[in-house]
């Protein structure tokens, strides 16, 4: 655990960048709408908006907003628990005031934390960090507005679960730093056929493995497929 928390603090200091304000795209109801949590540091709305462009080309109606959240590794409890109270909110708005969009979830690094609790539910102590994060009751493809999901991709996610159906790339059976287990997992679960969960296997964050870079790749190696994946989708 320790050498896994070792690798995320450097990870955290090659990526540092001051977040920015909110960059919105939309200006009215879109038919395809994603939610952006950034990585740990990162600017808004961060790598994750090359998928988006990837998905929305060609489409007349297409365009994101980012969770509004710190993404700082100081803290870390308080960051991710803000990510998932106002991604939930910006969520159930936006369905709310767009009901016939069609929404996607997509989460990097500690972003991908704050989605997956999101949809599965997080909260407690997190080990040599120092902090218990508050619970939350997660969203449910069955009721609104988790029933507006359809597609949700994780990169390098903080908590990837060995060997769930969702995960895909060389560290499918790998544990990340924050595995899921019980109703969490659960939870999470209930989404399984609209996730996909990108992990390598060298990746320290989401793999237990060893090499910092591995966590910086997937936005180069991992896109066309995520792109293509999310289409299927929508």
């Given at each position: 655990?320790?050498?896994?928390?070792?690798?995320?603090?450097?990870?955290?200091?090659?990526?540092?960048?001051?977040?920015?304000?909110?960059?919105?795209?939309?200006?009215?109801?879109q038919e395809?709408?994603?939610?952006?949590?950034?990585?740990?540091?990162e600017p808004?709305?961060?790598?994750?908006?090359?998928?988006?462009?990837?998905?929305?080309?060609?489409?007349?109606?297409?365009?994101?907003?980012?969770?509004?959240?710190?993404?700082?590794?100081?803290?870390?409890?308080?960051?991710?628990?803000?990510?998932?109270?106002?991604?939930?909110?910006?969520?159930?708005?936006?369905a709310e005031?767009?009901?016939?969009?069609?929404?996607?979830?997509?989460?990097?690094?500690?972003?991908?934390?704050?989605?997956?609790?999101?949809?599965?539910?997080?909260?407690?102590?997190?080990?040599?960090?120092?902090?218990?994060?508050?619970?939350?009751?997660?969203?449910?493809?069955?009721?609104?507005?988790?029933?507006?999901?359809?597609?949700?991709?994780?990169?390098?996610?903080?908590?990837?679960?060995?060997?769930?159906?969702?995960?895909?790339?060389?560290?499918?059976?790998?544990?990340?730093?924050?595995?899921?287990?019980?109703?969490?997992?659960?939870?999470?679960?209930?989404?399984?056929?609209?996730?996909?969960?990108?992990?390598?296997?060298?990746?320290?964050?989401?793999?237990?493995?060893?090499?910092?870079?591995?966590?910086?790749?997937?936005?180069?190696?991992?896109?066309?497929?995520?792109?293509?994946?999310?289409?299927?989708?929508?």
């Amino acid at each position: 655990m320790a050498t896994r928390l070792f690798f995320f603090a450097v990870l955290l200091e090659v990526a540092a960048a001051t977040p920015t304000d909110l960059i919105r795209r939309q200006t009215a109801c879109q038919e395809v709408h994603f939610f952006i949590a950034r990585g740990s540091t990162e600017p808004y709305p961060g790598r994750q908006e090359d998928l988006v462009n990837a998905v929305c080309e060609g489409l007349p109606s297409c365009g994101y907003e980012a969770i509004i959240y710190p993404a700082a590794f100081e803290d870390y409890c308080g960051s991710a628990y803000g990510g998932v109270v106002n991604g939930t909110a910006q969520i159930t708005a936006y369905a709310e005031s767009c009901p016939d969009a069609k929404l996607v979830l997509t989460g990097y690094s500690q972003g991908g934390h704050v989605v997956g609790d999101i949809l599965g539910g997080g909260g407690g102590e997190i080990p040599n960090q120092g902090c218990t994060q508050p619970e939350n009751t997660p969203l449910s493809p069955e009721t609104f507005p988790g029933n507006k999901i359809v597609a949700t991709t994780l990169f390098g996610d903080v908590r990837h679960t060995a060997s769930q159906t969702y995960n895909v790339g060389t560290g499918a059976a790998g544990n990340g730093i924050l595995p899921r287990s019980g109703t969490e997992l659960e939870s999470l679960n209930r989404f399984s056929e609209l996730l996909h969960s990108w992990c390598f296997v060298d990746d320290p964050v989401c793999a237990g493995g060893s090499d910092v870079n591995a966590h910086l790749e997937y936005f180069d190696a991992s896109m066309s497929e995520a792109a293509a994946w999310v289409k299927t989708k929508i």
